[in-house]
Protein backbone atom coordinates (compact mmCIF):
# COMPACT_ATOMS: atom_id res chain seq x y z
CA UNK A 1 0.00 0.00 0.00
CA UNK A 2 0.81 3.50 -0.79
CA UNK A 3 2.19 4.50 2.98
CA UNK A 4 0.66 8.51 2.19
CA UNK A 5 -2.75 7.08 1.29
CA UNK A 6 -2.67 4.67 4.08
CA UNK A 7 -1.90 7.51 6.32
CA UNK A 8 -5.28 9.66 5.11
CA UNK A 9 -7.21 6.39 5.15
CA UNK A 10 -6.65 6.21 8.77
CA UNK A 11 -6.34 10.18 9.96
CA UNK A 12 -10.18 10.13 7.89
CA UNK A 13 -11.44 7.11 9.85
CA UNK A 14 -10.32 9.04 12.92
CA UNK A 15 -11.94 12.23 12.44
CA UNK A 16 -14.92 9.91 11.99
CA UNK A 17 -14.58 9.05 15.75
CA UNK A 18 -15.77 11.45 18.37
CA UNK A 19 -12.62 13.25 19.82
CA UNK A 20 -11.60 12.71 22.85
CA UNK A 21 -12.37 8.35 22.28
CA UNK A 22 -8.37 7.52 22.77
CA UNK A 23 -6.61 7.82 25.76
CA UNK A 24 -3.03 9.57 24.96
CA UNK A 25 -0.54 7.32 24.38
CA UNK A 26 1.75 6.50 27.75
CA UNK A 27 5.50 7.08 28.08
CA UNK A 28 7.86 4.26 27.05
CA UNK A 29 8.27 2.29 30.63
CA UNK A 30 10.13 -0.69 31.08
CA UNK A 31 8.07 -3.87 30.57
CA UNK A 32 7.25 -5.94 33.71
CA UNK A 33 6.82 -9.36 33.85
CA UNK A 34 4.39 -11.37 35.11
CA UNK A 35 0.11 -11.74 35.36
CA UNK A 36 -2.44 -13.16 33.32
CA UNK A 37 -4.05 -11.33 30.65
CA UNK A 38 -7.76 -12.37 30.55
CA UNK A 39 -9.68 -10.87 27.45
CA UNK A 40 -13.03 -11.96 25.69
CA UNK A 41 -13.82 -13.27 22.53
CA UNK A 42 -17.70 -12.92 21.26
CA UNK A 43 -17.99 -16.73 20.22
CA UNK A 44 -16.10 -20.06 20.18
CA UNK A 45 -13.83 -21.12 17.29
CA UNK A 46 -15.30 -23.29 14.84
CA UNK A 47 -11.76 -24.99 14.29
CA UNK A 48 -8.12 -25.34 15.51
CA UNK A 49 -6.93 -25.71 12.07
CA UNK A 50 -5.66 -22.18 10.99
CA UNK A 51 -5.50 -23.75 7.56
CA UNK A 52 -8.86 -24.47 7.77
CA UNK A 53 -10.33 -21.58 9.37
CA UNK A 54 -11.49 -17.60 8.46
CA UNK A 55 -12.86 -16.39 11.38
CA UNK A 56 -10.98 -13.94 14.10
CA UNK A 57 -11.79 -16.13 16.81
CA UNK A 58 -9.61 -19.05 15.65
CA UNK A 59 -6.68 -16.64 15.31
CA UNK A 60 -7.59 -14.64 18.85
CA UNK A 61 -7.07 -17.87 20.83
CA UNK A 62 -4.67 -20.13 18.60
CA UNK A 63 -2.31 -17.54 17.65
CA UNK A 64 -0.41 -17.34 21.04
CA UNK A 65 0.30 -21.22 20.57
CA UNK A 66 1.80 -20.88 17.13
CA UNK A 67 5.16 -19.37 14.66
CA UNK A 68 4.70 -18.47 11.06
CA UNK A 69 7.32 -18.36 8.37
CA UNK A 70 7.01 -14.19 7.81
CA UNK A 71 4.38 -12.23 9.71
CA UNK A 72 3.44 -8.30 9.70
CA UNK A 73 5.53 -6.14 11.82
CA UNK A 74 2.26 -4.19 13.68
CA UNK A 75 5.02 -1.50 14.88
CA UNK A 76 5.54 -0.82 11.36
CA UNK A 77 2.95 -2.13 9.52
CA UNK A 78 2.51 -2.60 6.68
CA UNK A 79 6.30 -4.11 6.41
CA UNK A 80 7.09 -7.50 6.38
CA UNK A 81 9.43 -9.00 8.97
CA UNK A 82 10.29 -12.88 9.64
CA UNK A 83 9.40 -15.12 12.97
CA UNK A 84 10.92 -18.45 12.38
CA UNK A 85 12.50 -17.10 9.36
CA UNK A 86 15.42 -15.30 10.36
CA UNK A 87 16.58 -14.01 6.86
CA UNK A 88 15.40 -14.25 2.92
CA UNK A 89 16.29 -13.61 -0.20
CA UNK A 90 14.76 -13.33 -3.71
CA UNK A 91 16.39 -13.92 -6.98
CA UNK A 92 16.63 -11.56 -9.67
CA UNK A 93 14.03 -13.15 -11.57
CA UNK A 94 11.48 -13.32 -8.95
CA UNK A 95 11.31 -17.16 -8.87
CA UNK A 96 13.00 -18.40 -5.98
CA UNK A 97 12.19 -17.13 -2.52
CA UNK A 98 15.21 -18.67 -0.30
CA UNK A 99 14.47 -18.27 3.82
CA UNK A 100 16.88 -19.12 6.62
CA UNK A 101 15.23 -19.93 9.42
CA UNK A 102 16.92 -19.27 13.39
CA UNK A 103 18.66 -21.80 14.79
CA UNK A 104 17.27 -23.51 18.33
CA UNK A 105 13.54 -22.79 17.79
CA UNK A 106 11.51 -25.86 19.87
CA UNK A 107 7.88 -27.05 19.40
CA UNK A 108 6.31 -27.31 22.93
CA UNK A 109 6.53 -30.77 22.96
CA UNK A 110 10.58 -30.21 23.21
CA UNK A 111 11.67 -31.42 19.14
CA UNK A 112 12.83 -29.08 17.26
CA UNK A 113 11.39 -27.00 14.58
CA UNK A 114 13.26 -27.37 11.44
CA UNK A 115 13.10 -26.91 7.58
CA UNK A 116 10.70 -29.87 7.35
CA UNK A 117 8.06 -28.38 8.99
CA UNK A 118 7.85 -25.48 7.07
CA UNK A 119 7.98 -27.29 4.21
CA UNK A 120 5.40 -29.55 5.76
CA UNK A 121 2.77 -27.00 6.79
CA UNK A 122 2.73 -24.72 3.42
CA UNK A 123 2.41 -28.58 1.47
CA UNK A 124 -0.73 -29.59 3.34
CA UNK A 125 -1.76 -25.05 2.75
CA UNK A 126 -0.83 -25.71 -1.13
CA UNK A 127 -2.18 -29.57 -1.57
CA UNK A 128 -4.32 -30.21 1.24
CA UNK A 129 -4.33 -34.56 1.80
CA UNK A 130 -7.85 -35.95 1.23
CA UNK A 131 -10.06 -34.81 3.91
CA UNK A 132 -8.19 -31.92 5.06
CA UNK A 133 -9.36 -28.43 4.35
CA UNK A 134 -7.49 -25.51 2.86
CA UNK A 135 -9.39 -22.34 2.56
CA UNK A 136 -5.98 -19.79 1.07
CA UNK A 137 -4.95 -23.01 -1.55
CA UNK A 138 -5.60 -21.24 -4.39
CA UNK A 139 -3.00 -18.53 -3.29
CA UNK A 140 0.02 -21.06 -3.77
CA UNK A 141 -1.49 -21.66 -7.30
CA UNK A 142 2.10 -20.12 -8.40
CA UNK A 143 3.96 -22.12 -5.94
CA UNK A 144 5.84 -25.32 -7.73
CA UNK A 145 7.93 -26.62 -5.53
CA UNK A 146 8.50 -26.10 -1.27
CA UNK A 147 12.19 -27.64 -1.27
CA UNK A 148 14.21 -28.12 2.72
CA UNK A 149 18.09 -28.19 1.61
CA UNK A 150 18.97 -28.57 4.91
CA UNK A 151 17.05 -27.99 8.49
CA UNK A 152 17.53 -24.19 8.53
CA UNK A 153 16.94 -24.00 4.90
CA UNK A 154 13.28 -23.39 2.63
CA UNK A 155 13.39 -22.69 -1.14
CA UNK A 156 10.04 -21.79 -3.07
CA UNK A 157 10.06 -22.15 -6.47
CA UNK A 158 7.06 -20.27 -8.71
CA UNK A 159 6.56 -20.78 -12.13
CA UNK A 160 5.98 -17.05 -12.58
CA UNK A 161 6.85 -13.94 -10.74
CA UNK A 162 4.43 -12.99 -7.85
CA UNK A 163 4.12 -9.45 -6.86
CA UNK A 164 2.00 -10.71 -3.60
CA UNK A 165 3.91 -13.87 -2.88
CA UNK A 166 6.07 -12.18 0.58
CA UNK A 167 2.46 -10.64 1.99
CA UNK A 168 1.48 -14.23 1.35
CA UNK A 169 3.33 -16.01 3.03
CA UNK A 170 2.97 -13.53 5.80
CA UNK A 171 -0.01 -14.73 6.59
CA UNK A 172 -1.25 -15.30 10.24
CA UNK A 173 -3.26 -18.51 9.30
CA UNK A 174 0.06 -19.92 8.14
CA UNK A 175 0.23 -21.59 11.32
CA UNK A 176 3.64 -23.90 11.59
CA UNK A 177 3.32 -27.88 12.29
CA UNK A 178 4.99 -30.69 13.35
CA UNK A 179 6.04 -32.62 10.32
CA UNK A 180 6.30 -35.78 12.51
CA UNK A 181 2.47 -35.26 13.93
CA UNK A 182 1.25 -34.51 10.13
CA UNK A 183 2.67 -37.44 9.01
CA UNK A 184 0.97 -39.32 11.76
CA UNK A 185 -2.23 -37.92 11.21
CA UNK A 186 -1.98 -35.33 8.67
CA UNK A 187 -6.00 -34.25 10.59
CA UNK A 188 -3.86 -33.21 13.72
CA UNK A 189 -4.02 -29.72 13.83
CA UNK A 190 -7.79 -29.81 13.87
CA UNK A 191 -7.28 -31.38 16.77
CA UNK A 192 -4.56 -30.89 18.94
CA UNK A 193 -2.71 -27.65 19.81
CA UNK A 194 0.78 -27.88 19.89
CA UNK A 195 3.09 -25.33 17.97
CA UNK A 196 5.85 -23.09 18.94
CA UNK A 197 4.70 -19.59 19.55
CA UNK A 198 5.27 -17.69 22.98
CA UNK A 199 2.56 -19.56 25.24
CA UNK A 200 1.24 -23.52 25.55
CA UNK A 201 -2.07 -25.06 25.54
CA UNK A 202 -3.31 -25.76 28.84
CA UNK A 203 -7.00 -26.18 28.35
CA UNK A 204 -10.43 -24.79 25.86
CA UNK A 205 -13.68 -25.81 27.91
CA UNK A 206 -16.17 -24.97 25.20
CA UNK A 207 -18.53 -22.40 25.78
CA UNK A 208 -16.61 -21.19 28.52
CA UNK A 209 -12.73 -20.06 28.08
CA UNK A 210 -9.08 -21.14 26.70
CA UNK A 211 -6.38 -21.20 28.76
CA UNK A 212 -2.85 -20.58 27.80
CA UNK A 213 0.39 -20.46 30.04
CA UNK A 214 4.09 -19.22 29.09
CA UNK A 215 6.33 -21.33 26.87
CA UNK A 216 9.77 -21.11 29.07
CA UNK A 217 11.91 -22.04 25.72
CA UNK A 218 10.07 -19.55 23.45
CA UNK A 219 12.32 -18.46 20.58
CA UNK A 220 12.29 -14.64 21.23
CA UNK A 221 14.66 -13.88 23.89
CA UNK A 222 12.90 -12.12 27.04
CA UNK A 223 9.40 -12.99 25.89
CA UNK A 224 6.47 -13.56 26.28
CA UNK A 225 6.11 -11.02 29.45
CA UNK A 226 3.08 -12.95 30.56
CA UNK A 227 2.72 -15.84 32.68
CA UNK A 228 -0.16 -16.81 30.85
CA UNK A 229 -3.58 -16.16 28.98
CA UNK A 230 -7.27 -16.72 29.49
CA UNK A 231 -9.64 -15.70 26.59
CA UNK A 232 -12.99 -15.95 27.76
CA UNK A 233 -15.97 -16.68 25.43
CA UNK A 234 -18.67 -14.01 25.73
CA UNK A 235 -21.37 -12.64 23.74
CA UNK A 236 -22.02 -9.71 22.63
CA UNK A 237 -24.32 -8.38 24.62
CA UNK A 238 -22.48 -9.55 27.61
CA UNK A 239 -18.91 -7.59 27.06
CA UNK A 240 -19.63 -4.33 28.33
CA UNK A 241 -20.53 -6.17 31.89
CA UNK A 242 -17.54 -8.42 31.78
CA UNK A 243 -15.31 -5.58 31.08
CA UNK A 244 -16.65 -3.20 34.13
CA UNK A 245 -16.88 -5.96 36.21
CA UNK A 246 -13.19 -6.86 35.58
CA UNK A 247 -13.63 -10.52 34.08
CA UNK A 248 -11.47 -8.99 31.12
CA UNK A 249 -9.59 -6.53 30.35
CA UNK A 250 -9.21 -6.29 26.65
CA UNK A 251 -11.15 -7.32 23.59
CA UNK A 252 -9.29 -6.99 20.50
CA UNK A 253 -12.11 -7.13 17.39
CA UNK A 254 -13.86 -3.41 18.97
CA UNK A 255 -16.49 -1.88 20.38
CA UNK A 256 -19.40 0.48 19.37
CA UNK A 257 -18.86 4.15 19.81
CA UNK A 258 -22.29 3.76 21.75
CA UNK A 259 -20.37 0.88 24.20
CA UNK A 260 -16.94 2.97 24.47
CA UNK A 261 -19.32 5.91 25.61
CA UNK A 262 -21.02 3.66 28.08
CA UNK A 263 -17.91 2.46 29.34
CA UNK A 264 -16.14 5.59 29.72
CA UNK A 265 -18.70 6.48 31.59
CA UNK A 266 -18.61 3.71 34.16
CA UNK A 267 -14.82 3.23 34.22
CA UNK A 268 -13.33 6.35 34.43
CA UNK A 269 -9.50 6.18 34.15
CA UNK A 270 -9.92 2.11 34.61
CA UNK A 271 -10.19 1.73 31.00
CA UNK A 272 -8.53 3.42 28.03
CA UNK A 273 -9.43 2.84 24.26
CA UNK A 274 -7.15 2.52 20.94
CA UNK A 275 -8.25 3.07 17.46
CA UNK A 276 -7.36 2.18 13.54
CA UNK A 277 -9.43 1.68 10.70
CA UNK A 278 -9.91 -2.10 10.34
CA UNK A 279 -9.17 -4.22 6.84
CA UNK A 280 -13.00 -5.81 7.15
CA UNK A 281 -15.70 -5.28 4.42
CA UNK A 282 -19.33 -6.13 5.56
CA UNK A 283 -21.23 -7.26 2.62
CA UNK A 284 -24.34 -9.28 1.50
CA UNK A 285 -23.74 -12.65 -0.04
CA UNK A 286 -25.88 -14.51 -2.39
CA UNK A 287 -25.77 -18.28 -2.33
CA UNK A 288 -25.93 -18.42 -6.17
CA UNK A 289 -26.67 -22.66 -5.53
CA UNK A 290 -30.23 -21.42 -4.67
CA UNK A 291 -32.86 -20.58 -6.07
CA UNK A 292 -33.59 -17.91 -7.66
CA UNK A 293 -30.34 -16.53 -6.86
CA UNK A 294 -28.65 -18.32 -9.66
CA UNK A 295 -30.30 -15.84 -11.76
CA UNK A 296 -27.94 -12.56 -12.19
CA UNK A 297 -31.48 -10.32 -12.31
CA UNK A 298 -32.76 -11.50 -9.28
CA UNK A 299 -29.23 -10.18 -7.31
CA UNK A 300 -28.59 -7.59 -9.07
CA UNK A 301 -31.93 -6.11 -8.44
CA UNK A 302 -31.28 -6.63 -4.64
CA UNK A 303 -27.76 -5.22 -4.71
CA UNK A 304 -29.93 -2.06 -6.96
CA UNK A 305 -32.31 -1.76 -4.20
CA UNK A 306 -30.22 -0.62 -1.64
CA UNK A 307 -29.17 3.43 -0.55
CA UNK A 308 -25.45 2.50 0.08
CA UNK A 309 -24.93 6.26 0.50
CA UNK A 310 -27.88 6.81 2.69
CA UNK A 311 -26.71 3.87 5.47
CA UNK A 312 -23.04 4.80 6.30
CA UNK A 313 -24.09 8.24 8.38
CA UNK A 314 -26.39 5.83 10.21
CA UNK A 315 -23.70 2.96 10.53
CA UNK A 316 -21.23 5.59 11.78
CA UNK A 317 -23.30 6.85 14.76
CA UNK A 318 -23.69 3.36 16.75
CA UNK A 319 -21.32 0.92 15.13
CA UNK A 320 -18.04 0.19 13.57
CA UNK A 321 -18.94 0.99 10.24
CA UNK A 322 -19.67 3.98 8.22
CA UNK A 323 -16.97 3.73 5.55
CA UNK A 324 -17.60 3.48 1.67
CA UNK A 325 -15.90 1.32 -0.62
CA UNK A 326 -15.81 -1.61 -2.74
CA UNK A 327 -14.01 -4.96 -3.18
CA UNK A 328 -10.58 -3.23 -1.40
CA UNK A 329 -9.92 -1.04 1.67
CA UNK A 330 -11.15 2.48 0.99
CA UNK A 331 -8.05 4.80 0.15
CA UNK A 332 -5.72 1.99 -0.90
CA UNK A 333 -3.41 2.16 -3.83
CA UNK A 334 -5.93 0.67 -6.11
CA UNK A 335 -9.15 1.42 -4.74
CA UNK A 336 -11.60 2.91 -6.79
CA UNK A 337 -12.63 6.37 -5.39
CA UNK A 338 -16.27 6.60 -3.97
CA UNK A 339 -16.78 8.76 -7.79
CA UNK A 340 -15.57 5.50 -9.73
CA UNK A 341 -17.94 3.22 -7.63
CA UNK A 342 -20.49 5.32 -8.85
CA UNK A 343 -21.62 3.49 -11.51
CA UNK A 344 -21.83 0.26 -10.47
CA UNK A 345 -24.76 -1.69 -8.80
CA UNK A 346 -25.64 -0.41 -5.44
CA UNK A 347 -23.39 2.88 -5.67
CA UNK A 348 -25.85 4.83 -7.47
CA UNK A 349 -26.82 8.66 -6.43
CA UNK A 350 -29.68 7.81 -8.12
CA UNK A 351 -31.68 5.57 -5.46
CA UNK A 352 -35.16 5.92 -6.71
CA UNK A 353 -34.12 5.71 -10.70
CA UNK A 354 -32.08 2.38 -8.78
CA UNK A 355 -34.91 0.95 -7.31
CA UNK A 356 -37.22 1.37 -10.15
CA UNK A 357 -34.62 -0.65 -12.41
CA UNK A 358 -34.96 -3.13 -9.65
CA UNK A 359 -38.44 -3.54 -9.83
CA UNK A 360 -38.24 -3.92 -13.23
CA UNK A 361 -35.34 -6.92 -13.21
CA UNK A 362 -37.50 -9.08 -10.78
CA UNK A 363 -40.45 -8.74 -13.21
CA UNK A 364 -38.58 -9.65 -16.06
CA UNK A 365 -36.87 -12.47 -14.12
CA UNK A 366 -40.64 -13.98 -12.87
CA UNK A 367 -39.88 -12.46 -9.31
CA UNK A 368 -41.77 -9.71 -7.98
CA UNK A 369 -43.45 -11.54 -5.62
CA UNK A 370 -40.23 -12.80 -4.27
CA UNK A 371 -39.88 -14.11 -0.55
CA UNK A 372 -36.80 -15.15 1.28
CA UNK A 373 -35.04 -15.46 4.07
CA UNK A 374 -31.64 -13.45 5.52
CA UNK A 375 -29.21 -15.34 7.67
CA UNK A 376 -27.59 -13.17 10.46
CA UNK A 377 -25.31 -13.16 13.29
CA UNK A 378 -26.54 -12.07 16.74
CA UNK A 379 -24.51 -9.10 17.24
CA UNK A 380 -25.83 -5.97 16.47
CA UNK A 381 -22.43 -3.94 15.81
CA UNK A 382 -22.84 -3.76 12.50
CA UNK A 383 -24.47 -7.23 11.30
CA UNK A 384 -28.03 -6.57 12.34
CA UNK A 385 -28.28 -2.95 11.63
CA UNK A 386 -27.14 -3.81 8.26
CA UNK A 387 -29.60 -6.98 8.35
CA UNK A 388 -32.50 -4.24 9.67
CA UNK A 389 -31.31 -1.49 6.76
CA UNK A 390 -31.46 -4.00 3.92
CA UNK A 391 -35.23 -5.46 4.85
CA UNK A 392 -36.45 -2.28 4.98
CA UNK A 393 -34.47 -1.44 1.65
CA UNK A 394 -36.13 -4.51 -0.09
CA UNK A 395 -39.55 -3.84 1.21
CA UNK A 396 -39.85 -0.86 -0.82
CA UNK A 397 -39.16 -2.73 -3.77
CA UNK A 398 -41.81 -5.43 -2.53
CA UNK A 399 -40.08 -8.37 -1.42
CA UNK A 400 -40.74 -9.95 1.59
CA UNK A 401 -37.74 -11.28 3.81
CA UNK A 402 -37.19 -13.06 7.17
CA UNK A 403 -34.16 -12.34 9.03
CA UNK A 404 -33.08 -14.83 10.83
CA UNK A 405 -30.14 -14.06 13.62
CA UNK A 406 -27.80 -16.88 14.75
CA UNK A 407 -25.55 -17.35 17.96
CA UNK A 408 -21.83 -16.75 16.52
CA UNK A 409 -20.99 -20.76 15.85
CA UNK A 410 -24.38 -21.66 13.97
CA UNK A 411 -23.80 -18.56 11.79
CA UNK A 412 -20.47 -19.65 10.98
CA UNK A 413 -21.73 -22.96 10.33
CA UNK A 414 -24.68 -21.99 8.14
CA UNK A 415 -22.41 -20.06 6.25
CA UNK A 416 -19.71 -22.41 5.90
CA UNK A 417 -22.11 -25.23 4.33
CA UNK A 418 -23.91 -22.90 2.17
CA UNK A 419 -27.21 -23.26 4.39
CA UNK A 420 -28.73 -19.51 3.57
CA UNK A 421 -30.28 -17.67 0.81
CA UNK A 422 -28.52 -14.78 1.70
CA UNK A 423 -26.21 -14.38 4.56
CA UNK A 424 -24.35 -10.37 6.03
CA UNK A 425 -21.39 -11.46 5.81
CA UNK A 426 -17.58 -9.95 6.20
CA UNK A 427 -14.65 -10.55 4.44
CA UNK A 428 -11.39 -9.33 6.54
CA UNK A 429 -8.14 -9.75 5.61
CA UNK A 430 -4.37 -8.81 7.27
CA UNK A 431 -2.79 -6.78 4.61
CA UNK A 432 -4.01 -4.62 1.38
CA UNK A 433 -2.82 -6.14 -0.91
CA UNK A 434 -5.53 -7.00 -3.93
CA UNK A 435 -4.74 -10.99 -4.58
CA UNK A 436 -5.75 -11.76 -0.95
CA UNK A 437 -8.82 -9.73 -0.88
CA UNK A 438 -10.08 -11.12 -4.63
CA UNK A 439 -9.30 -14.28 -3.71
CA UNK A 440 -11.90 -14.91 -1.60
CA UNK A 441 -14.51 -14.11 -5.39
CA UNK A 442 -12.79 -16.77 -7.12
CA UNK A 443 -14.87 -20.05 -8.64
CA UNK A 444 -16.05 -22.26 -5.88
CA UNK A 445 -14.39 -25.06 -7.01
CA UNK A 446 -10.60 -22.84 -6.29
CA UNK A 447 -11.47 -20.90 -3.06
CA UNK A 448 -14.18 -22.55 -0.32
CA UNK A 449 -13.87 -19.08 0.85
CA UNK A 450 -16.10 -17.95 -2.20
CA UNK A 451 -19.75 -18.08 0.04
CA UNK A 452 -21.48 -17.31 -2.79
CA UNK A 453 -20.49 -20.71 -4.66
CA UNK A 454 -20.23 -19.29 -8.02
CA UNK A 455 -18.24 -20.48 -10.68
CA UNK A 456 -16.60 -17.95 -12.69
CA UNK A 457 -14.15 -18.56 -14.83
CA UNK A 458 -14.04 -15.02 -16.21
CA UNK A 459 -12.51 -13.67 -12.74
CA UNK A 460 -9.99 -16.80 -12.63
CA UNK A 461 -8.31 -15.47 -15.17
CA UNK A 462 -8.27 -11.89 -14.39
CA UNK A 463 -7.21 -12.62 -11.22
CA UNK A 464 -3.96 -14.90 -12.31
CA UNK A 465 -3.77 -11.56 -14.67
CA UNK A 466 -3.65 -9.32 -11.89
CA UNK A 467 -0.90 -11.44 -9.71
CA UNK A 468 1.01 -11.17 -12.32
CA UNK A 469 1.24 -7.76 -13.61
CA UNK A 470 4.50 -6.07 -12.66
CA UNK A 471 2.95 -2.72 -14.15
CA UNK A 472 1.27 -0.53 -11.49
CA UNK A 473 -1.15 1.00 -13.73
CA UNK A 474 -1.53 -2.34 -15.75
CA UNK A 475 -2.76 -4.48 -12.99
CA UNK A 476 -4.94 -1.43 -11.06
CA UNK A 477 -6.66 -1.98 -14.39
CA UNK A 478 -7.34 -5.56 -14.15
CA UNK A 479 -8.02 -5.16 -10.56
CA UNK A 480 -11.31 -2.52 -11.95
CA UNK A 481 -12.14 -5.33 -14.05
CA UNK A 482 -12.65 -7.59 -11.42
CA UNK A 483 -14.63 -5.92 -8.89
CA UNK A 484 -16.42 -4.83 -11.88
CA UNK A 485 -17.50 -8.08 -12.64
CA UNK A 486 -18.22 -9.39 -9.54
CA UNK A 487 -20.74 -6.06 -8.41
CA UNK A 488 -22.39 -6.20 -11.69
CA UNK A 489 -22.84 -10.41 -11.67
CA UNK A 490 -23.73 -9.53 -7.76
CA UNK A 491 -22.50 -12.27 -6.04
CA UNK A 492 -21.87 -9.89 -3.22
CA UNK A 493 -22.77 -6.70 -2.37
CA UNK A 494 -20.20 -4.59 0.14
CA UNK A 495 -21.99 -2.75 2.43
CA UNK A 496 -19.60 -1.04 4.55
CA UNK A 497 -16.04 -0.79 5.63
CA UNK A 498 -15.05 -0.42 9.26
CA UNK A 499 -13.12 0.78 11.94
CA UNK A 500 -11.52 -0.64 15.54
CA UNK A 501 -12.45 0.83 18.42
CA UNK A 502 -10.20 -1.40 20.99
CA UNK A 503 -11.19 -1.27 25.08
CA UNK A 504 -8.33 -1.93 27.43
CA UNK A 505 -7.78 -2.02 31.03
CA UNK A 506 -5.84 0.89 32.17
CA UNK A 507 -2.79 -1.36 32.86
CA UNK A 508 -2.29 -3.31 29.51
CA UNK A 509 0.25 -2.15 27.95
CA UNK A 510 2.37 -3.27 25.05
CA UNK A 511 -0.45 -4.43 22.45
CA UNK A 512 -0.29 -2.11 19.14
CA UNK A 513 -3.64 -1.72 17.38
CA UNK A 514 -3.57 -2.53 13.69
CA UNK A 515 -5.56 -2.30 10.51
CA UNK A 516 -6.29 -6.15 10.82
CA UNK A 517 -7.79 -7.95 13.82
CA UNK A 518 -5.99 -10.87 12.36
CA UNK A 519 -2.25 -10.12 13.17
CA UNK A 520 -0.36 -9.17 16.02
CA UNK A 521 -2.80 -11.59 18.20
CA UNK A 522 0.21 -13.59 19.73
CA UNK A 523 0.40 -11.74 22.99
CA UNK A 524 4.50 -12.11 23.32
CA UNK A 525 4.89 -8.30 23.77
CA UNK A 526 1.59 -7.55 26.44
CA UNK A 527 2.46 -6.87 29.89
CA UNK A 528 0.52 -5.82 32.69
CA UNK A 529 1.33 -2.40 34.15
CA UNK A 530 0.65 -3.97 38.09
CA UNK A 531 2.94 -3.81 41.78
Known sequence: MHR??????????????????????????????????????????????????????????????????LRMDAAHYPQIEGDVAQSWAVSDNNLTFTFHLRPGIHFHDGSALTAADVKASFDRIRNPPSGVVSVRQAQFADVTSVEAPDDLTVVFRTARPNASLLTILASPWNCIYSAKLMQENPDYPARLVMGS??????????????????????????????DGFEAYFIARPALTNALEGGQVMAE????????????????????????????????????TQHKPFDDVRVRRALVMAIDHWAVLPVLRQATVGGLSGGLLPPGSTMARTPEQLDTLPGFSRNHAEAQAK????????????????????????????????????????????????????????????????????????????????????????????????????????????QRHATDPAARTALVHAFEERVLNQAYAAPITWSYRIIPLASDVMGYIVTPSIHINQDLATVWLNRE
Not at 253 to 276: Q, T, W, Y
Not at 450 to 456: A, K, P, V
Open 4 to 69: RRFIVAVVAAALLIAAGVSSPAPAKEEPKRGGVLTFAVSSELSTYDCHAADGYPTLHVIAPQYSTL
Open 197 to 226: GPFRFVSHVAGSKWVGRRFENYFRAGLPYL
Open 252 to 287: FVGVSPAERDSLSRSMGSRIKFEDNIRLSDFQLTFN
Open 358 to 465: ARELLKEAAQDKLTFTLINVANPNPWIAIGIYALDQWRQIGVTVDQVTLPAPQWFAARSAGNFDVVVDFVGEYADDPTLWLAHYLSYDRAPANLSRSIDRTLDDLFEQ
